[in-house]
């Protein structure tokens, strides 16, 4: 670096010459070569060199992108960015940290990139000439964009540090203060009017229910049903691999074109290829002849793939498209079903990288949404993570130890990319332990998700095995395109995985749906619902005692605002044992709440109400006014202190509970119920015992409805009908 200070002990002036390296050696990733490594001259510089975080994207900031007049001032404010430790004014007004995170740097680079491009049609060639009126007019030029208003902020923020950075700068690059920056402005002067909903973890839209019980579906069903097939076919494709010579067999040729001869002269097909790659070769080479399965005829008769490829060549004018069949099938059984069937008859060779693929994705799902973890943390899982702990009373807990990154801090405050292990392990479902099982056979290290596990994953620059949050994203639309195949293939339109609302499904949406489903359990699969009870129980152990409880707070904020939802709809008629308290819970809630802002603060207290405990169960057509000494869900309800279980069993719900309530929407739908009993009764297409079970429970909920009609509006009904 060059510098012109004439102070001994300021900091000087940035001026790095071209073969200056960029990034500070000592945040370098340990193992880096030091032929990757950028130099000021370069226009493509690669900051995720300094992430020691495995699961990390390629973080790259091109500077060809910025306008050649402003690039060089931009260059020399990144390069103080990266080597200067945050000047104090930023630390003082703002919650930044002496040491930035490479994503940030990256974005920060982004956004004064943006900042060149809108200023050079203005004809501006020096950071210098940029006034406060030109600052002000960027300003309203993005708040005109309509983007939220706190990106807008972010923006802006990021553009007060080049000015932070100043003092550092030639005098040729020195921004002029942001008028936002003075003591006396309040960022509403330039943005207007703050109308965002509260950022955190609400902010992050949940998966859709529609999409995400479908998912789970079939994540489950392929790690527990079709696993075993797929690991016996990846084995048995591994071995078939190995058998594979390294070097060319002597007459290998010849052993290879006989053998092709001897398929053709009895009457047999020649195996084909159905790997993309291999037909866009025989396209461009062999017209209209269909590809070879080299690898597979290499492995069975102990040959290179090259000898094959060469074999084929010299006998190319005696092929005919019909000699080609079908890809070559392993020679395992397959025992998977989807109901009564098969979920497939073979699994051919061409067909296992895929389906790894697919088995390693649903095992990922599986983790990631059914523990609670976030992205980062089950992307870190490694081999022998899970553990089984027998308890005395005979209950069986799986344990899972790994790094946790959220608040790990040094000394000085800033983030340890790398993370710590953390004390106290998830507990998880049997599920999730078996997606772990499932996953350590598929690898070979000591990851258990990595993009490697595919033969044919792209190469990078930097060495890094372990999966990235964005290459999960494309595996899990891939994974639901293969579940969509197989469910219209088996004739199972209902369990179509539908495109989400909110756009791609990524892990760090998992984090807030399942606190969403645990709380809500909309109608679906009952399997289902009871995973979800277990998975409430098994979290609240594995977050407890935290100070920093970061699951525990997402399930209460849900549970908040699903008690806040339900009351929220009160003000029908209300009839059933638990009809009083309902109403005296609605008339609590809109006395209180109603129409206020339900904050983190808010829903605690709203938790933690003994008398709003209300929750609607919209499968049962009932709400569930719950109580922990009486509810009949709860068999250890003799034995409950403190209240047991702190929410209703919905799995396990009793029609003579007096915890029981019901409202004239709920009769509606019990209506609709009726009448859709009524229709299949009259198609006659429900076997005789299902039948009358189902006039049995017509006859009930009958009962019920007339209950209810005959209840007086404002009078409570003491007894649920047997």
């Known amino acids: ?72 001032a931009l260059m020399r404010a990144a390069f103080a960015e990266l080597h200067v430790p945050t000047p104090a004014v930023l630390l003082q007004q703002r919650a930044s940290r002496s040491l930035t995170q490479p994503s940030s740097l990256r974005n920060y680079f982004q956004q004064w990139v943006r900042f060149a491009v809108w200023l050079a049609p203005r004809g501006i060639t020096e950071l210098s000439q940029v006034t406060t009126e030109d600052l002000e007019a960027y300003a309203e030029y993005r708040r ?29 690059d020195r921004l002029v203060m942001p008028p936002w920056e003075d003591p006396a402005a309040v960022m509403s002067d330039f943005l207007g009017t703050n109308d965002d909903a509260p950022d955190g973890e609400n902010a992050i839209p949940i ?69 993309p790659a291999a037909t866009a070769l025989a396209t461009r080479y062999d017209g209209a002849l269909p590809p070879m399965a080299n690898s597979f005829l290499a492995a069975v008769l102990g040959v290179t793939p090259g000898q ?17 069949g079908p890809g070559p099938v392993l020679d395992i059984p397959i025992r998977g079903r989807i109901g009564d069937a098969l979920w497939k008859t073979a699994i051919g060779f061409d067909e296992v990288d895929t389906l790894v693929l697919h088995l390693s994705t649903a095992a990922l799902i599986c983790c990631a949404y059914l523990s609670g973890m976030r992205p980062e943390e089950v992307l870190a899982l490694r081999r022998g993570c899970c553990t089984r702990k027998d308890l005395a009373e005979g209950t069986v807990r799986y344990q899972v130890r790994g790094q946790h990154f959220k608040g790990v801090l040094d000394e000085d405050g800033n983030a340890i990319p790398e993370g710590e ?47 990235s949050s964005d290459a999960a994203v494309e595996r899990i639309r891939a994974f639901t395109a293969w579940a969509n195949q197989l469910a219209a ?106 129409g206020t802002y339900l904050g983190k603060r808010e829903l605690r207290a709203l938790v933690a109400n003994p008398r709003l405990q209300v929750y609607e169960d919209p499968k049962a057509f009932l709400t569930c006014n719950h109580d922990a000494f009486t509810a009949l869900c709860n068999p ?26 019901r409202t004239d929407s709920q009769i509606d739908a019990l209506r609709s119920e009726l009448a859709r009993i009524d229709a299949d009764a009259e198609a006659s297409l429900d076997p005789y015992p299902i039948a009358t079970r189902e006039q049995q429970r017509k006859a009930h909920l009958t009962n019920i409805i007339r209950r209810h009609e005959a209840q007086p509006p404002s009078g409570a009904d003491t007894q649920e009908p047997r």
């Open 144 to 172: 005109a964009a309509g983007r939220r208003w706190r990106t807008d902020q972010r923006a802006l923020g990021v553009l007060s540090r080049l000015w932070a950075y100043a003092p550092y700068l030639p005098a040729s």
């Open 421 to 467: 292990l953390r004390t106290d392990p998830w507990i998880v479902l049997e599920p999730v332990a078996r997606a772990i099982t499932v996953a350590e056979q598929l690898e070979d290290g000591e990851l258990l998700f990595t993009r490697t596990l595919f033969r044919g994953a792209r190469r990078l620059i930097e060495k890094r095995t372990q999966l």
């Open 1 to 72: 670096m060059t510098t012109t200070s004439t102070d001994p002990a300021g900091p000087g002036l940035i001026d790095p010459g071209p073969d200056t390296f960029v990034l500070p050696f000592a945040r370098l990733r340990p193992g880096v070569d030091p032929a990757q490594l950028p130099r000021f001259g370069d226009l493509v510089w690669r900051l995720s060199l300094m992430n020691r975080k495995e699961s990390v994207r390629p973080l790259v900031i091109d500077w060809s992108r910025c306008p050649a007049v402003l690039r060089p």
């Open 308 to 324: 094959v490829a060469q074999a084929r060549s010299s006998i190319v004018g005696e092929l005919r498209p019909e000699h080609f």
């Open 636 to 661: 250890d309800r003799h034995r409950a202190r403190d209240g047991s279980r702190a929410t209703p069993d919905h799995s396990r719900c009793q029609p003579t509970c007096t915890n029981i309530s």
């Open 489 to 594: 293939a088996h004739g199972r339109t209902h369990e179509l995985i539908p495109a989400d609302p909110d756009g791609a499904v990524a892990l760090r949406r998992f984090h807030r749906t399942i606190a969403w489903f645990i709380y809500r359990q909309p109608g679906g699969r009952i399997a289902l619902a009871v995973q979800y009870g277990h998975a409430a129980t098994a979290m609240s152990e594995s977050y407890a005692g935290r100070s920093k409880a970061d699951m525990l707070e997402v399930l209460d904020q849900e549970k908040g605002l699903a008690l806040a939802e339900t009351l929220t709809e009160a003000g029908e008629k209300v009839t059933g044992p638990a009809a009083d308290r309902y109403r005296a819970a609605a008339a609590e809630f809109s006395t209180r709440y109603a």
């Open 207 to 275: 998966v859709h229910p529609a999409v995400m019980s479908p998912l789970l579906v079939w994540a489950l069903r392929t790690v527990l049903d079709f696993g075993a097939d797929i690991l016996a076919a990846a084995h048995e494709h591994r071995r078939l691999l190995a058998a594979i010579p390294a070097r060319a067999t002597p007459g290998g040729v010849d052993v290879v074109r006989n053998h092709l001869r001897g398929l053709i002269a009895a009457g047999r097909q020649l195996p084909a290829s159905t790997g």
